[in-house]
């Protein structure tokens, strides 16, 4: 049987200079309203075989962001709006949701210290989730601290190998709206994510080669009939990857990337998988 495998790029055309000029910011990523230094590109991967069904897996958010909205010496605040897509027909338990999303960030300089800075984030999404017909609405609020001379979020190491430690928590609420079922339900949980970037040959490549490791842990905190909906207790999930960019604006590139355990906010179930994916980021 002859297997055809397409790593497709998608190439979207904007009035960029437009959208600056009116201080909007465009961002492509994996993950929708990404304030990380750490930030996961978007992915595309189609199987088309020659008999048998396609396959998927593609992990897409665009975000628009009003820039510099409201401005001080000590606090910065934006807003903007997203669309993500998921999906994943690979994997023993498919994922497939379709989100929209608005929210608003602040960023927090201390009087103190202006260097150190904490980023926060808002964000309210509606959730379709058509593998397993439901609809939830679901609130998050993230916070990322920026504090170099601890050498957190910031670059540290020799000038041919640098690191990066970005840690970040925050707490999110869901509510089933609908359900196949006729179920419903609610959850608040607190998570907690450490994550971890490898850059090798930095003076050459500028970033075009990464090693990434973060583990995120979710901690469960009130629950009301939501866990009957296929999700698992105190969630916790690993990803490993190897980032290669085709150039130095690191706008395509492909991934190689191990996953392991459940990411609640996109419906990514209990799953253990290895994957290769073209990636493209703005």
Request: glycine share 6%; net charge negative; proline share 4%.
């Amino acid at each position: 049987m002859k297997l055809k495998i397409l790593l497709l790029p998608l190439v979207i055309f904007f009035q960029i200079d437009l959208i600056h000029g009116q201080g909007w910011d465009l961002t492509v990523r994996k993950n929708v309203f990404d304030k990380n230094q750490i930030a996961k590109p978007a992915q595309l991967n189609i199987i088309i075989p020659d008999s048998g069904s396609d396959s998927y897996s593609i992990n897409t958010g665009i975000s628009l962001i009003k820039e510099s909205a409201y401005v001080t010496e000590y606090f910065q605040f934006e807003y903007g709006f997203s669309g993500e897509y998921h999906r994943n027909s690979k994997i023993d338990k498919e994922q497939n949701i379709l989100a929209g999303s608005v929210a608003g960030f602040s960023i927090i300089r201390l009087p103190t210290e202006k260097t150190v800075k904490f980023i926060n984030t808002l964000a309210i999404k509606f959730k379709s989730d058509f593998e397993n017909n439901t609809e939830s609405l679901h609130t998050d609020l993230k916070i990322v601290p920026i504090i170099p001379h601890w050498d957190i979020s910031d670059y540290f190491g020799p000038d041919n190998f640098k690191f990066l430690f970005e840690p970040s928590g925050g707490f999110y609420y869901e509510t089933i709206l609908k359900d196949s079922k006729n179920l419903d339900g609610s959850i608040i949980r607190g998570y907690s994510t450490g994550a971890l970037g490898i850059y090798p040959f930095w003076e050459n490549t500028e970033e075009m080669i990464q090693i990434t490791i973060d583990k995120t842990w979710w901690f469960d905190l009130f629950e009301r009939d939501f866990l009957s909906n296929d999700q698992t207790t105190d969630p916790e999930l690993l990803e490993i990857a190897l980032q290669i960019y085709f150039n130095k604006a690191k706008n395509a590139g492909l991934r190689f990337e191990y996953i392991d355990g459940t990411d609640p906010k996109i419906n990514l179930f209990d799953q253990e998988y290895f994957q290769v994916s073209f990636t493209f980021k703005r």
